[in-house]
């Protein structure tokens, strides 16, 4: 299964960025996605994942309040609206989805994106 992130940019302290995800492949099913980010020099940290099949939210208490994840309405779609956004914000997001996928008999897959690069000017 691959995964393709897009939206990131260069923003000011206080704006907004949405990031998409869209995965791809033959026959398989998506029991879990989510948003981490890695900022240099730290460790890779979720954001927010949706899960319990796409149907519940979990978020980072750093972004309570502040980003949204969502469900695309084209299936196997995945959002991240990120509403004032801070300096501290700034890393690689990258999208992640895990599932059951068809490859000569069922197997589990744990999928990364290439990561999208998010950068909050002061």
């Known amino acids: 299964v691959q995964l393709v992130e897009s939206g990131g940019g260069l923003v000011q302290a206080g704006g907004s960025l949405r990031l998409s995800c869209a995965a791809s492949?033959?026959?398989?099913?998506?029991?879990?996605m989510g948003w981490y980010r890695q900022a240099p020099g730290k460790q890779r940290e979720l954001v927010a994942a949706?899960?319990?099949?796409?149907?519940?939210?979990n978020y980072a208490d750093s972004v309570k309040g502040r980003f949204t994840i969502s469900r695309g309405n084209v299936k196997n779609t995945m959002y991240l609206q990120m509403n004032s956004l801070k300096p501290e914000d700034t890393a690689v997001y990258y999208c992640n989805a895990i599932g059951i996928e068809e490859a000569g008999g069922l197997r589990g897959f744990n999928s990364w994106g290439q990561g999208t690069q998010v950068t909050v000017s002061s």
């Open positions: 492949g033959s026959s398989f099913s998506i029991n879990g």
């Open positions: 949706l899960t319990s099949g796409l149907t519940s939210t």
